[in-house]
């Protein structure tokens, strides 16, 4: 049982290169969530969604696309990618209102 | 506006003493509040979830209270290890289908 697991572990970009990150869950979770930790800031809610073919803003929205074809898939997309969006990302899921289960990780550089 | 705040500086305590660390928020109106610890490099772990008609909950060495009248949590490690080090985030739930996370208060345990 994998639980959450988030593809890849690490990445360095060039400004303006795009990438996915990948979250995938094998717990049948209807809602995954991504988030963004950046030090002294916490864990920023970047965009969620509560099922299958939808999707939400968070808290810090722009310049992240995402998709929720498959239930157990969420997608983060980046278009153009900026050094602002230097970052460790983490993606969830959970069941209702129980704790969330997170993966390991992203460490993402954009230089 | 709406925050969340956790204990402001880091906290050290001697191994075999109660840690307890304090969440308070502003703004909200949480039918539940959450307790996860982070490890360097690692993701945040569910600990427990307290909802807004329970006065404390426990498990194991862990106890978490939930006061909201005085909008506050808090979070009591009793006999505290070395192992317990670690990161320790609130999170309450936005009654939005998500939950907001605090800052976090890094905790060390000094033998």
């Known amino acids: 049982n994998a639980g959450v697991t988030q593809t890849p572990k690490f990445r360095v970009l060039k400004t303006g290169q795009s990438m996915t990150l990948l979250c995938a869950q094998d717990m049948n979770h209807e809602y995954m969530y991504w988030y963004r930790q950046d030090p002294g800031m916490g864990l920023r809610l970047i965009h969620y969604s509560v099922g299958e073919g939808t999707t939400a803003k968070g808290e810090v929205p722009d310049g992240y696309n995402v998709s929720r074809l498959k239930k157990q898939n969420f997608l983060l997309g980046l278009e153009s990618a900026a050094p602002s969006q230097t970052s460790v990302y983490f993606c969830?899921?959970?069941?209702?209102?129980?704790?969330?289960?997170f993966g390991s990780g992203t460490r993402l550089t954009v230089v | 506006s709406q925050k969340i705040e956790q204990n402001s500086e880091a906290l050290n305590i001697q191994e075999g003493k109660t840690a307890t660390l304090t969440c308070n928020y502003t703004n909200y109106s949480p039918a539940y509040l959450q307790w996860y610890r982070q490890d360097p490099g690692r993701g945040p772990v569910f600990l427990l979830l307290i909802r807004e008609n329970e006065k404390e909950k426990r498990k194991e060495r862990l106890k978490v209270t939930f006061d909201t009248t005085l909008k506050q949590s808090l979070f009591h490690i009793t006999a505290s290890q070395p192992a317990d080090s670690a990161t320790y985030l609130c999170a309450l739930d936005d009654r939005y289908d998500k939950v907001i996370f605090g800052p976090g208060t890094s905790l060390s345990v000094i033998p």
């Open positions: 969830a899921s959970s069941f209702l209102d129980y704790g969330y289960t």
